[in-house]
């Protein structure tokens, strides 16, 4: 700012002449300042703090540099891209076959939803039709993995808030599902076992006795978990009214999956686009509504959905069970896949949200391009938004809340 | 302990020939000793006992190996920290950082010179007991400021900010609540206190007047508070803060740390005992001033306490983390008043009945 001469003001006797404003530096406004306000407040400064790349609870390797005063959070931005893997450009550059253990390690939590996914995008470019009893087992183990994925989900959150002995207590009834895919995959959390045009291996009679038995114990252990969380006080003290996505928000974000249905968004791809042979099953979706505690959209709806869910899952996969057809469980396919030229967008409802492929083949035996869209990722922005004006304990309580799985994020 | 002394030297020859200044410089530094060992050792088999528990809780097993049912794992937990190396960052503030821990133990072990654990086994029977256990106990503050000050680390400081803002202010709530059973005895002399505890169950203090009753919910509420125990860990927060003040620390200084935390989990036990539960009365009419007595009661006034310390591992794996200032309000406009109403029954009980 240039500091213009005052025009000087003829003196006109019996006039006073105005006084001239006194001239300002900026360091002397800047000391009057901080004189002034010494004595009312005390001078503090903003702190920049690193939430992780390795901090417990960043569920991975995010990194957000949030800035806060005191404990309230002003501002925060997350960095992701410490787990990138390219599993997108390793897609251009393998035949189909080899490419789907890639996709395993995407949500690592979630391996057969999004296998699921892959298989049908590549399905759907060659006009494979997959066997009925393939069908069924596709879904039969998704659901487990879905009911395993959102337990665990639920005792970490219990873990992000500070109670460790429901994480324990989920991971006790999660490594039983985890037994079952790792009897019929071979694997505890990387399966392989979803392959192109069917699966890999036939669920044997005594599998389903033990599959029917693991559901029936979550079941069982479900209103357990909600004593030690849901129905806990400090929980609700902690969950309700904390990181409100409101509805408007969360669609604006992208935000796919339990998060988007605790805002009050009725949507779900297995009802709504149904993918596979989920038309064909009977469930509800839960959806948040105000009148269990705190106001749609907070941290206590996102867990409460996913408990919702949980049954729900528990329900598909028990009429999977009972529908079983007989019959074969692999299509016959050539040994080097050619699908013709064509592109394919296939959208699966992972546990965290709406996974999408988008393929497109030119006529070799391997993909053009290939294109992920990860509901973690969509999940992991709405943060910035909402989590500004929050306190330390309610980032960590929002972050957990939205359930990212950071191999996804990054891909 | 001075009278002990005398009554060594005058039924000993041999004492008698080395000056008293020596025998009670000597005296002392093995009382010192001894207490130092005490509450270490119980200081360690809470460690062990956590863990058991924790693990019956969550399902799984806990340490068992080292020693019958695992009893000595302390000891190999010990050995490891000190075999560890002792890692200092380079922007930390050296000497500051050093110290630290050693004020924090120090805060804590303090305490017991005063707190008795049976009928005469108190190494210094001040008369102002209650009131020294609680100043004493304040300076492990100092030491928590100056370990998360001189680490030079944020979270470190977000940690020390919060066991500060706490630790302060659920001494007032504490001390407020401890003082009606003093207003109510009419000393602050710990032994006292529990000797006016003596014969049938009802005698306890916690039974004997509305106010003492709520004021042990409150004392005990508080002392959670100011252990920083779960619901009120949120200086040591894992999920938020990863380890508060002592993140910096490694080896045997974090196991300083580590010791005196649990230490003062004895201490609170204990002190709720002394206070509220007859201390080594059993609870019915008996003598415990012989000398099998006083080991009956010094196990009596152990059980009692190991009853509450599992009270309180039972409340930390159970229950989430409250907010930060979740944790305020619960003191300033929960605790602190009620202590006050307590504290202001106990004295109209006092100014009606004549105290007793």
């Known amino acids: 700012m240039s500091h213009e001469p ?4 003829p003196h006109v006797p019996g006039v006073v002449a105005p006084k001239a404003p006194p001239v300002v530096d900026a360091s002397d406004l800047a000391r009057a300042l901080e004189e002034r306000s010494m004595g009312q407040a005390l001078r503090t400064e903003e702190l920049v703090v690193n939430m992780g790349p390795q901090h417990p609870s960043t569920h991975g390797v995010l990194r957000v540099v949030i800035k806060t005063d005191g404990e309230v959070v002003t501002a925060l931005q997350p960095h992701i891209g410490n787990l990138h893997r390219c599993v997108e450009k390793i897609g251009e550059s393998l035949p189909y076959y080899q490419w789907l253990p890639y996709v395993d390690r995407m949500d690592y939590l979630a391996a057969i939803n999004n296998e699921h996914g892959a298989c049908i995008a590549i399905e759907r470019l060659a006009g494979i039709v997959v066997p009925e009893r393939a069908e069924y087992i596709r879904v039969i183990l998704a659901e487990v993995q879905r009911v395993a994925s959102h337990i665990f989900a639920m005792g970490v959150y219990g873990l992000d808030i500070g109670a460790i002995t429901p994480f324990l207590h989920t991971f006790r009834e999660r490594e ?3 037994d079952l895919l790792d009897h019929v995959a071979g694997g505890r959390l990387l399966y392989h076992v979803v392959r192109i045009g069917g699966v890999k291996r036939d669920l044997s009679p005594e599998w389903i006795d033990e599959c029917h038995a693991f559901l029936d114990a979550v079941e069982e252990r479900l209103p357990e978990y909600n004593t030690l969380l849901l129905d806990n006080h400090i929980f609700q003290e902690r969950t309700c009214n ?14 796919t999956g339990p998060a988007l249905r605790a805002s009050g968004v009725d949507w779900d ?14 469930f509800e979706v839960p959806v948040a509504h105000s009148g269990v505690a705190g106001v749609v959209g907070d941290c206590f709806h996102r867990h409460w959905v996913r408990f919702k869910e949980t049954e729900q899952a528990i329900r598909i996969a028990r009429q999977a069970l009972r529908d079983l057809p007989p019959g074969e469980i692999q299509a016959k396919l050539p040994k080097t896949l050619k699908p013709p030229k064509g592109e394919a967008y296939v959208r699966v409802e992972n546990p965290r949200g709406e996974l999408a492929y988008y393929m497109v083949a030119d006529g070799t035996d391997k993909a053009w391009r290939i294109r992920c869209r990860g509901p973690s990722f969509s999940n992991i922005g709405v943060m910035t938004d909402v989590a500004r004006g929050a306190l330390v304990a309610d980032l960590v309580a929002l972050m957990g809340s939205l359930d990212i799985v950071l191999g996804e994020v990054d891909r | 302990m001075k009278s002990f ?4 030297i005058d039924g000993s020859s041999l004492l008698q020939a080395v000056p008293r200044g020596l025998v009670y410089t000597v005296g002392i530094l093995l009382a010192c000793k001894a207490v130092l060992l005490l509450v270490s050792l119980f200081a360690g088999e809470i460690v062990w006992m956590e863990r058991r528990i924790s693990g019956r809780m969550q399902a799984r097993i806990g340490p068992n ?22 890692v200092i960052p380079t922007s930390a503030d050296r000497l500051v950082f050093l110290i630290a821990p050693y004020i924090v133990f120090a805060g804590v072990f303090a305490a017991f010179a005063a707190v008795p654990l049976g009928a005469g086994l108190v190494p210094a029977n001040l008369t102002f007991g209650l009131f020294y256990v609680l100043a004493i106990t304040s300076v492990e503050v100092v030491g928590v400021i100056m370990a998360g000050w001189s680490s030079n680390s944020k979270w470190s400081i977000l940690g020390t900010m919060r066991e500060v803002a706490q630790v302060i202010s659920y001494e007032m709530p504490l001390a407020i609540s401890a003082l009606t059973v003093a207003v109510l005895a009419g000393t602050l002399n710990l032994t006292e206190i529990v000797d006016q505890q003596q014969g049938w169950v009802w005698q306890w203090w916690v039974l004997r007047s509305p106010a003492t009753f709520v004021g042990f919910f409150l004392f005990f509420t508080a002392a959670l508070a100011a252990l920083k125990r779960a619901p009120f860990d949120l200086p040591e927060a894992e999920s938020e803060l990863v380890a508060g003040f002592h993140t910096e620390y490694t080896g045997f200084r974090f196991a300083i740390f580590f010791l005196a935390e649990y230490a003062g989990m004895f201490l609170f036990s204990v002190l709720t005992v002394v206070l509220f539960f007859g201390g080594w009365h059993p609870g019915v009419p008996v003598s415990l001033t012989t000398g099998i007595g006083r080991a009956l009661g010094f196990l009596v006034l152990f059980a009692k306490s190991a009853f509450f310390l599992s009270v309180m591992i039972w409340i930390r794996w159970s229950l989430p983390r409250y907010r930060v200032d979740k944790v305020m309000y619960l003191c300033y406009k929960v605790l602190l008043p009620w202590s006050v109403a307590a504290m202001v029954v106990a004295a109209l009980q006092v100014l009606l009945t004549g105290g007793r």
């Open chain 1, 242 to 255: 904390i990181g409100v996505i409101p509805r408007e928000l969360a669609v604006g974000w992208g935000v």
């Open chain 1, 269 to 282: 791809t297995r009802r709504d686009a149904p993918y596979g042979i989920y038309d064909r099953f009977q």
């Open chain 1, 6 to 9: 005052v025009p000087s003001v």
């Open chain 2, 5 to 8: 002394l005398d009554g060594l």
């Open chain 1, 176 to 178: 039983r599902g985890l």
């Open chain 2, 65 to 86: 190996r080292v020693g019958p049912q695992g009893l000595l794992q302390f000891l190999a937990d010990g050995v490891k920290l000190m075999a560890k190396e002792d």
